[in-house]
């Protein structure tokens, strides 16, 4: 059974950092494109950011480019999603999802595979 579970989530005060973790289990994530979306209350889910599985490509939505950055460790079967410079918009529910889907998708339904989700929350 393929899982995706997301940490490192929690209270942040704006203008801080956080980093939050995509771990996969039973599926090789090394052959997945891996997006981060959001989704705050009221609001419909939005891509955060992706990276390929083919050359590592990144992608962000504008409200997070130049503070966040994605990575991935196959070794680990791991993504990563490190944001900087925090604001209140950014408190939501943060997803990662994985797709064999060639390139990086920025749509949530060209994902397959969903984690559970973690809090993020940012304090002024």
């Known amino acids: 059974q393929v899982q995706l579970v997301e940490s490192g989530g929690g209270l942040v005060q704006a203008g801080g950092s956080l980093r939050l973790s995509c771990a996969a289990s039973?599926?090789?994530?090394?052959?997945?494109?891996v997006g981060w979306f959001r989704q705050a209350p009221g609001k419909e889910r939005e891509f955060v950011s992706g990276?390929?599985?083919?050359?590592?490509?990144?992608d962000y939505a504008d409200s997070v480019k130049g503070r966040s950055a994605i990575s991935r460790d196959n070794a680990k079967n791991t993504v990563y999603l490190q944001m900087n410079m925090v604001s209140r918009g950014y408190t939501a529910v943060y997803y990662c999802?994985?797709?064999?889907?060639?390139?990086?998708?920025?749509?949530?339904?060209?994902?397959?595979?969903w984690g559970q989700g973690t809090q993020v929350t940012v304090s002024s």
């Open positions: 999802a994985a797709t064999r889907a060639f390139g990086v998708q920025t749509m949530a339904t060209e994902y397959d595979i």
């Open positions: 039973g599926r090789t994530f090394s052959s997945d494109t």
């Open positions: 990276i390929s599985w083919v050359g590592g490509r990144t």
